[in-house]
């Protein structure tokens, strides 16, 4: 895999954080419940990325430290692949889509006057189509960024790809608690993260979990939570992003009304989300739709040959 800088790493993201920090500190809410929100989650921002900031040493490990696991290995078993664009491949289960449409997307690079999430390299794009779930928030995509063409206009990105690198190679994703890597970049915080596991496809290794992003607190729903894989080829060349709708039995189709008294939600918002993520992390793999396991499967199957 390509190796990056964890000095040079480090010294942007303390920058960044100085940066944040100073307009934090400025900004003066006049007891305004939105205003406190966005700062709030401007403070589980600067969080993550300052846990991102502790990265475990690639040096001189502690006395003691667990031997890591070797990279998960792919099923040797793959079908035939339903779908093969430009030296990429995987296969799917019916029970997850009726189809893929593929694309290439043309690059774009608006300059630091705009948001990060405007700026991205020509990449592919694996658009699933009769996906098992509608009227969700998210669209159900795939997609695939050559690295250096990121790095070389994205320090958020070259951020994200040493995040996902370093537990790659330390294999500790079970006690891992800090800043979970995921593309493409978006305008809203991480919230949570559940059903970790490292997952391979064939050539490349990642990991997937489960999660939802927003602007504002707002309760778990079907509408919102998705599944999410993030991947490195193991040459480092390639990165995968999947965004894929996902709900459960437990989760309200619709989290609104747990909001009809917002400021009695807010205050509760510790208590909600821990017993919620008990909750939907004590679930079965088979109990999700699309089914988690099935979702693997999928990802296991991708080849990139390019």
């Keep these: 895999m390509a190796h990056f800088s964890i000095k040079s790493f480090r010294f942007s993201v303390i920058i960044v954080l100085l940066v944040l920090s100073t307009i934090a500190c400025g900004i003066t809410t006049d007891d305004d419940p939105q205003e406190d929100i966005a700062i709030q989650l401007t403070t589980i921002a ?13 040096s001189a490990p502690p006395a003691q430290e667990e031997v890591p696991t070797q990279p998960t290995l792919p099923p040797t078993d793959i079908p035939t692949p339903d779908v093969d664009f430009q030296g990429i491949s995987f296969s799917f289960d019916d029970s997850i889509a009726s189809g893929v449409s593929p694309a290439i997307i043309p690059a774009q690079n608006m300059g630091e006057e705009y948001m990060p999430m405007e700026t991205y390299p020509e990449h592919y794009q694996f658009e699933l189509n009769g996906y098992a779930l509608s009227d969700t928030f998210h669209d159900p995509i795939i997609r695939v960024y050559p690295v250096q063409a990121y790095l070389d206009i994205s320090q958020q990105a070259a951020d994200n790809f040493l995040i996902l690198e370093t537990l790659l190679a330390n294999r500790n994703l079970s006690t891992y608690d800090g ?81 009809e008294d917002y400021m009695a939600f807010q205050d509760n918002w510790d208590n909600y989300l821990a017993e919620t993520l008990q909750l939907l992390n004590a679930q079965p793999l088979a109990s999700f739709g699309p089914r988690i396991d099935i979702l693997d499967q999928m990802i296991n199957s991708i080849s990139i040959n390019k």
Excluded: C, E
């Design 46 to 58: 600067l969080q993550q990325t300052q846990t991102a900031v502790v990265l475990p040493p690639t």
């Design 179 to 259: 800043y979970f890597p995921f593309l493409p970049i978006w305008n809203a915080a991480m919230i949570f993260h559940t059903k970790t596991d490292y997952v391979a496809f064939q050539n490349g290794d990642g990991i997937r979990f489960l999660t939802m992003f927003g602007q504002a607190l707002y309760p778990l729903d079907n509408t919102n939570v998705f599944y999410t894989y993030q991947g490195l080829t193991n040459d480092g060349n390639y990165y995968i992003s999947a965004v894929l709708p996902i709900s459960n039995p437990i989760l309200p189709d619709n989290g609104d009304y747990l909001m």
